[in-house]
């Protein structure tokens, strides 16, 4: 049987590389994936990738499909319309949007923008859905999507890298939190990965310093969604996914 069959996985960021990845991964393995972004044509064409749900013979009442929900992660409201919705087991956050620009050139707009996608979104996130999961007492496991430059920032990335620093904060502490409730919490923490997000940098100091030489690729994230959403005793695991690039 498919090692998720019978589950239901909410995933924020759903059309990017990484969160277009989990999902496909995630549906393969018999979830069924409700995409979560702000631009429903690059979600539906997500869905139309993933195939039907593959039934479960221990679950009757698991939902036939999957599914698109178009909202703003960053605003409370759209998660509590979420919940009331759907039985979630797997929440991956995966929202974000980097920054290329100095802090004293960012606009406070910006600033704002990025500490609301790529923090308060996985805050709001964790606890409107960690509460469902409590509620229902049958566990859950949550996955918070970071990234490299939350330890080894670079000039022009000040607020993301904060943000995504304090994701990996949210995640040891609700690690305690939610794990005594039987909900696990871990994190992802990406290095260069083949995505839009990355297909403007200068490679070539990057992969030398790589010592694998090469970026990731999307999948390769998405296999390591698919072990924390499988192993049971996995709870505050930090996975590093960056080719060895922390360890330079």
């Known amino acids: 049987m498919p090692a998720l069959s019978g589950k239901t996985a909410v995933i924020t960021g759903a059309s990017g590389g990484i969160g277009r990845a989990i999902a496909r991964e995630f549906a393969g393995q018999g979830a069924s994936v409700v995409l979560v972004g702000r631009t429903r044509p690059k979600l539906e064409s997500v869905l ?3 195939g039907p749900v ?5 679950q009757v009442d698991q939902p036939k499909t999957h599914a698109t929900v178009c909202f703003d992660v960053s605003q409370a409201s759209g998660w509590r319309s979420l919940v009331e919705n759907t039985q979630i087991d797997i929440l991956v956050n995966c929202a974000g949007e980097t920054q290329r620009s100095l802090l004293l050139r960012t606009s406070d707009e910006s600033v704002q923008h990025l ?16 509460k469902q999961m409590v509620a229902r007492r049958k566990g859950g496991c949550i996955i918070n999507v970071s990234s490299l430059l939350a330890y080894r920032a670079a000039m022009g990335t000040s607020i993301y890298a904060a943000a995504k620093a304090g994701q990996l904060g949210l995640t040891t502490a609700l690690s305690q939190e939610l794990g005594l409730r039987g909900i696990r919490v871990n994190a992802i923490v990406p ?3 083949e995505t839009d997000m990355t297909k403007d940098l200068d490679r070539t100091q990057l992969i030398k310093n790589i010592p694998l030489g090469r ?8 296999h390591a969604a698919l072990f924390l959403a499988t192993n049971n005793y996995a709870n505050n695991c930090i996975l590093h996914l960056d080719g ?3 360890a330079v």
Do not use: H, M, Q
């Open 115 to 130: 500490l609301d996608l790529n923090l308060r979104s996985v805050v709001w996130g964790c606890k409107t859905v960690g």
């Open 54 to 58: 593959k039934p479960s013979s221990l």
């Open 215 to 222: 970026f990731g690729a999307p999948g390769e994230v998405a």
């Open 244 to 246: 060895g690039l922390s």
């Open 48 to 50: 139309e990738k993933l």
């Open 191 to 193: 290095g260069y990965i």
